[in-house]
Antibody, heavy 118, light 107 residues
Framework: EVQLVESGGGLVQPGGSQRLSCAASGFTFSSSWMTWVRQAPGKGLEWVAN????????HYVDSVKGRFTISRDNAKSSLYLQMISLRAEDTAVYYC???????????WGQGTLVTVSS | DIQMTQSPSTLSASVGDRVTITCRASQSISSWLAWYQQRPGKAPKLLIY???TLESGVPSRFSGSGSGTEFTLTISSLQPDDFATYYC?????????FGQGTKLEIK
């Protein structure tokens, strides 16, 4: 069974930085694309970024390009999201998810809340 | 970007009802569509992928259909656990995009 556990959320000031982590188990992490999806309070789901199994292919939604960096460490079965220049509109629960090659998200973490506020 | 539009935004129904949620894409996405269920305070859960393939472990009362720009999620006989919010998601083009969600409420 896919298990994903996010950490690293919290309160951060506008313009600040935060690094999210996602620990994976129950599947072959190194053979799976991975993704981050976020959900602002009371709002719908928004895809943020994808990363290929070996990290050689990465995609971002335009609103985070140049500010967010997705990465992975297959030796540690871990996924990361480095966020800089944070804005109030980045406030959301951030979910990591395992991504099938065909693009559907088949396993989800419980999410970690990032609040950008002064 | 591909826009995904779900209808209705809210749906009131009773246990045992058959319900259908529609998702329309702003351009053709072939069959690259997934459906997710999200209960309050919980992570989304995959129900259907490639428009009509039921994820392992998901009850057979859930079904999906469609291709191109119009898709449907049908629940054949609502159970108490099914009252939740449902999202469609296209994964044919970047950026991946979700519908705005359909909240299924108890009548």
């Amino acid at each position: 069974e896919v298990q994903l556990v996010e950490s690293g959320g919290g309160l951060v000031q506008p313009g600040g930085s935060q690094r999210l982590s996602c620990a994976a188990s129950g599947f072959t992490f190194s053979s799976s694309w991975m993704t981050w999806v976020r959900q602002a309070p009371g709002k719908g789901l928004e895809w943020v970024a994808n990363i290929k199994e070996d990290g050689s292919e990465i995609h971002y939604v335009d609103s985070v390009k140049g500010r967010f960096t997705i990465s992975r460490d297959n030796a540690k079965s871990s996924l990361y999201l480095q966020m800089i220049s944070l804005r109030a509109e980045d406030t959301a629960v951030y979910y990591c998810a395992s991504l099938h090659r065909s693009g559907h998200m088949y396993g989800w973490g419980q999410g970690t809340l990032v609040t950008v506020s002064s | 970007d591909i826009q995904m539009t779900q209808s209705p935004s809210t749906l009131s129904a009773s246990v045992g009802d058959r319900v259908t949620i529609t998702c329309r894409a702003s351009q053709s996405i072939s069959s690259w569509l997934a459906w997710y269920q999200q209960r309050p305070g919980k992570a989304p859960k995959l129900l259907i992928y490639k428009a009509s393939t039921l994820e392992s472990g998901v009850p057979s009362r859930f079904s999906g259909s469609g291709s191109g720009t119009e898709f449907t999620l049908t629940i054949s006989s609502l159970q108490p656990d099914d009252f939740a919010t449902y999202y469609c998601q296209q994964n044919n083009y970047y950026p991946y995009t979700f519908g705005q969600g359909t909240k299924l409420e108890i009548k």
